[in-house]
């Protein structure tokens, strides 16, 4: 079995509270700023792009560190299950510029077999094609998808993997069966 981890909510914390305060606290730009994530998330528009339908000056280092806080219990799991030799892989909604700062600051992303970001195979979760996209490049079916948003374990799902809702770390670890501790 393969494990296909979500970064978001999984391994990497939601967005930073006071990050995103430093870059607006109305609701209007934050309106605007989800509206056209999804494009940016695929890779369909550019930074500037992205940044100019949010109708703000680009924020892009304040968005990168808004995202960028770490549970390493998790990451702690991760080499968990590579030192038992399980395959792991990875599919993350996620801009280009967090792609290159998480690759550049974080080794623990050469564990895993595959690293799909949304900004490089051209789709978003929860769009089923995301997941085939994974499934396919794996080379596998006996997949199981972990995501803390429902919405995607549902979509991961429907092409016919298994699915974790993510709460926590103690919940995940008796769905990922023995993993033998180091």
Same mark, same amino acid.
């Given at each position: ?83 038992? #030799? ?10 280009? #510029? ?29 769009? &089923? ?6 499934? #396919?490049?794996?080379? #596998? ?31 995940? &670890? ?9």
């Amino acid at each position: 079995m393969i494990v296909l981890f979500d970064m978001f909510g999984v391994i990497a914390r939601h967005q930073s509270r006071e990050v995103m305060d430093t870059m607006s606290t109305s609701p209007d730009f934050w309106a605007a700023y989800w509206e056209h994530r999804p494009a940016y998330d695929r890779g369909d528009v550019t930074a500037d792009e992205y940044w100019a339908l949010v109708g703000h000056p680009p924020l892009v280092e304040q968005d990168v560190a808004s995202w960028s806080r770490v549970d390493y219990e998790m990451v702690a799991l991760l080499h968990e299950l590579h030192n038992a #030799d399980r395959r792991i892989a990875l599919l993350s909604n996620i801009p280009e #510029d967090l792609a290159r700062h998480f690759e550049r600051t974080y080794a623990w992303l050469e564990l895993f077999e595959l690293c799909a970001f949304s900004c490089r195979i051209g789709h978003a979760k929860p769009d &089923r094609a995301a997941f085939e996209w994974c499934r #396919d490049a794996l080379g #596998d079916d006996d997949i199981l998808f972990v995501d803390d948003r429902l919405e995607n374990v549902r979509a991961a799902e429907l092409v016919g993997m298994r699915g974790h809702h993510f709460t926590g770390i103690d919940s995940l &670890r008796p769905a990922l069966g023995a993993v033998k501790q180091v």
